[in-house]
DNA sequence: GGGTCAAAAATTGTATACAATGAGAAGGAA
DNA sequence: TTCCTTCTCATTGTATACAATTTTTGACCC
């Protein structure tokens, strides 16, 4: 059977990806019901793999059951938006205040230290001419390396887990923030605090650590502010459709 | 179908109900594979709902994947139980401090502060006389309470998730404190800590509800430490056996 | 005795069938 | 029209069958 021949992925994993695909191009409205029929057509497999699909993308917070069986889209308010970012600054505020605390080792410090080395590379030039692909990876990295920071598997589990919800990914806005000069600086800011947390976490300066962290999470609330107000950025942002106005 | 039908509940969730009883039971050694075919032989159900079952409770952390296929009782660290516990303290001290920042109803208010007048009574008399299932029921309640106070679903969710985890639970290690009277006086502290809580959302001192909340959850990871030195207490605490030594 | 290889057994992943429930349409009464 | 009732159809939850792959057993060789 296929269990990961070649680059055939199992089929729930394909089924997973593909309803997730599918969510995020915006295919079903929030509130919609998803057919398990309807979606092991469209993706062609059958309903089993689909349906596991759909219990796991219900953990990620993606779906909801619907209590007479079933699931359908989840519905998001703004307010939760609001709640997973501020959520994920705690989380990450969290990994680096105890990464801070317990100390961490040069070789680590010494990766995220070139990471953030890159991240100034990106920025510094004009803003007009930054590397949008390049940053948005190295901005990856980055938070991967400060979620792993403090070596806890909880913690890192838990990170991925808020960051898994569309918006509360710090990279959610960055389409927005590239493609709209305004938002450019904020860029530059953020970049600060990243060098700011790294520093406190070096130095062993929990506290500080960690409402850095929590700031830098709180960038993307303005962000998420903003661009609530202009209904045509709000296709910039992966999943915010899903948000009930 | 048996979806609901009276006192039958859905099979999948009878499936995980009995699975994860089996799991705290002792059943299983940590790290065993879980046979599904054992599985539903042993609780007379089909393999499919025991499936079902299988991937929530990995999802809650319970039970982890092996690569190659199948479930497989999942090992904890000490490291993790205290990260967890550090976790639990962090998010219920969020709670808190939305909770305080963006204030309460006075309903919300007068709710919680019943449970902790009933906690009062049942900490005032003399250690010896204490009423453990009424104490156990009441702190569920309060702790409960304070993870819905900030209003938030988001942030609810993730402490449920997180205290989901046995040995991360409020309560957990309720039963070696009443058993063992040196273990008592944390109760009394314990309830200090909860007053002073509420007093701190009221008064809308977000900082200090926030680190009172987080020292709370410290007195577990007190308890842990003791518990972990003493053979005979670890029996007392649910799932610690799933702890590798 | 230990290690390697091969065959057998066990176990999973997936597809499909079926019964029971829920949702929705059609139709009638007010 | 609007509301209620009934009937039909669609959809889910569950069981089971089957193929593929792991894992284990056992034999053989060094």
Redesign the pocket.
């Known amino acids: ?5 070649e680059k055939s ?6 089924a997973a990806l593909g309803v997730r695909d599918l969510l995020y191009s915006g295919t079903f409205r929030p509130g919609e ?6 979606l ?1 057509d469209r993706l062609g ?5 689909i ?2 699909a759909l219990a796991r993308l219900e953990q990620e917070g993606l779906v909801e ?7 359908a889209v989840r519905t998001f308010s703004e307010a939760d938006i609001i709640d997973a970012i501020e959520l994920r600054g705690v989380l990450e505020g969290t990994a680096a205040r105890l990464a801070a605390e317990r100390g961490i080792s040069d070789d680590y410090l010494n990766a995220i230290s070139n990471t953030l080395r890159e991240l100034d590379e990106i920025v510094a030039p004009p803003v007009a001419e930054l590397d949008f692909e390049r940053y948005h990876e190295c901005n990856a990295v980055f938070h991967d390396q400060l979620r792993n920071l403090s070596g806890s598997t909880i913690i890192r589990q838990e990170i991925e887990r808020v960051t898994n919800m569309p918006f509360a990914d710090p990279s959610a806005f960055l389409k927005a923030q590239v493609d709209f000069p305004e938002f450019r600086a904020s860029l530059q800011v953020g970049q600060e605090h990243h060098r700011a947390i790294i520093d406190a976490v070096a130095k062993r300066e929990g506290a500080r650590a960690e409402a850095l962290a929590r700031e830098h999470a709180r960038l993307a609330k303005r962000n998420l502010d903003y661009v609530m107000k202009n209904q045509i950025l709000k296709d910039s942002v992966p999943g915010l459709f899903l948000v009930a106005v």
């Open positions: 059977m296929s269990r990961q021949s992925l199992s089929q729930t994993l394909r019901r998803l057919s398990e029929i309807a092991s497999l059958s309903r089993t793999p349906r596991a059951v619907i209590p007479s069986g079933g699931y």
